[in-house]
């Protein structure tokens, strides 16, 4: 998790505190409100250390994290813990109005990831793949849902995508096999995986923009 310094007014003079550069909750770019709820000092091994403990309230999801510091020199702190320890990616907000089963099925994943737990995330990045293709084919496909229902991934990627899209699609699809059965057929990381997942959102929300244009491009 990557932090930046915030500075804070706090009993007639500034603490420099440090705060994750991301917001915990939602991913998106952190500017928090933040409260010093105390500070204490506590006898840490041979020495006594001034502990803070801080929220901050992010603007844009309305949620809060919380930090644990010490300090370091001064008025400056360095972080010891935050809560929640994970750091969701901002997806794109096309994929949140699409698919919103998807982008927890990612943020749970990206959890798991984070937490060590690749087995976990290489099988939940597989299961948002195909959450992902059958939530566009139902919206902009003729299909019914029971007809995109029976469809495998594989079949489902094959019939709704094409080109660039199809082949960033089926390497998720081909190395998620690898964390979801038992006979590993291919050697990579988990990051190549979710950078070729990541490639198909692009693509996805480029199709739905071009799908919704924000103004009409009908000729008059």
């Known amino acids: 998790m990557d ?46 250390e001034l502990i803070a403990s801080a929220s901050h309230y992010c603007n844009a999801c309305s949620k809060a994290h919380f930090t644990i510091q010490v300090q370091s020199s001064g008025s400056s ?12 990616s901002l997806l794109p907000e096309e994929i949140y109005e699409l698919s919103p089963r998807f982008v927890k099925i990612y943020g749970d994943s990206e959890a798991a990831e984070q937490r060590g737990a690749t087995e976990l995330a290489g099988t939940g990045y597989r299961s948002a793949l195909e959450i992902l293709i059958k939530d566009y084919a139902l919206k902009y496909s003729e299909d019914d ?36 059965h038992w006979d590993k057929k291919y050697d990579f990381k988990l990051e190549q995986l979710k950078a070729y997942l990541n490639v198909f ?12 244009p924000i103004v009409s491009t009908k000729k008059n």
């Not at 930046?4 to 409100?33: M, R």
């Not at 702190?77 to 750091?87: G, I, R, S």
């Not at 229902?149 to 899209?165: E, H, R």
């Not at 959102?201 to 919704?212: D, E, F, R, T, Y």
Request: hydrophobic residues 35%; glycine residues 4%; contains cysteine.
């Open 145 to 180: 849902k029971d007809t995109i229902a029976k469809l495998n991934l594989a079949n489902a990627i094959g019939k709704y995508f094409k080109g660039d899209f199809f082949s960033a699609a089926e390497v998720v699809r081909l190395l998620g096999n690898d964390y979801t």
């Open 3 to 48: 932090f930046i310094e915030q500075t804070i007014y706090k009993d007639s003079t500034n603490l420099y505190l440090q705060i994750p550069k991301f917001c915990p909750q939602c991913g998106a770019v952190n500017n928090p409100v933040t409260n010093i709820l105390s500070r204490q000092n506590v006898k840490t091994s041979e020495e006594n």
């Open 201 to 212: 959102i692009g693509h996805v929300k480029v199709q739905i923009m071009l799908k919704n």
């Open 77 to 88: 702190y360095l972080v010891k813990a935050v809560y929640p320890e994970t750091q969701p």
